[in-house]
């Protein structure tokens, strides 16, 4: 039953939710503005309403998998195998050869599935960066950064403080560009239609 799950939590993970609605609406994501798939990029390119979508859907494919694990009665470091799978499917989705998002939104549902406390205090975290510093990738890194930490406090088991710090260094390691464009003051901000 794990293996079954943890497949469907990567199949799940693997659907291009940006990438559809990008195409529905005629544009290939992967070619237009930063050239990610992810809710950041389509709002950019695409629309608000599909960004929007795009973020729900993305969020929905690492809630799922492990909110259906927990109902199977798997234990927290089978769950949270299901919700790596999860994320690294949106990752290195296999329907469009391994080439994802960067994983922030699955992640988010990640742990509202496992650690629902803790991913609220993630979101505020995210909402007084974005807010200040009207900057969608600080905010993703910052909040991804602080979630083992957030986790830790509320004692969550130690498998999902180990998940969430796997997670986090994927995310800052899918950033990489974007640092870059930190440190060189170029980072887009939320709102600009540049890259």
Do not use: C
């Not at 993305?58 to 909110?67: E, L, N, S």
């Not at 499917?89 to 994983?103: A, E, S, T, Y």
């Not at 180990?162 to 930190?182: C, D, E, K, P, T």
């Amino acid at each position: 039953m794990e293996f079954v799950l943890v497949l469907f939590g990567y199949l799940l993970g693997s659907i291009p939710t940006g990438y559809i609605l990008g195409f529905l609406a005629g544009v290939d994501v992967r070619k237009a503005g930063s050239g990610n798939v992810g809710a950041t990029n389509v709002a950019r390119v695409v629309g608000k309403r599909q960004g929007l979508l795009t973020l729900v859907a993305d969020a929905a494919k690492g809630f799922i998998p492990v909110f259906v694990s927990a109902q199977f009665g798997l234990s927290a470091t089978a769950i949270a195998f299901v919700g790596v799978a999860a994320f690294l499917g949106h990752l290195f989705p296999v329907f469009l050869k391994f080439q994802g998002g960067k994983g922030v939104a699955t992640a988010l549902g990640v742990f509202l599935g496992l650690a629902p406390l803790a991913s609220l205090i993630l979101i505020l975290i995210f909402t007084v960066v974005i807010l200040s510093s009207r900057l969608v990738s600080l905010s993703s890194m910052t909040a991804a950064v602080l979630a083992p930490v957030a986790l830790w406090f509320f004692a969550y088991p130690p498998i999902l403080v180990a998940m969430s710090v796997f997670l986090a260094f994927m995310i800052i390691l899918r950033h990489r560009g974007n640092i870059q464009r930190l440190r060189d003051g170029t980072e887009p901000r939320f709102g600009s239609s540049s890259r």
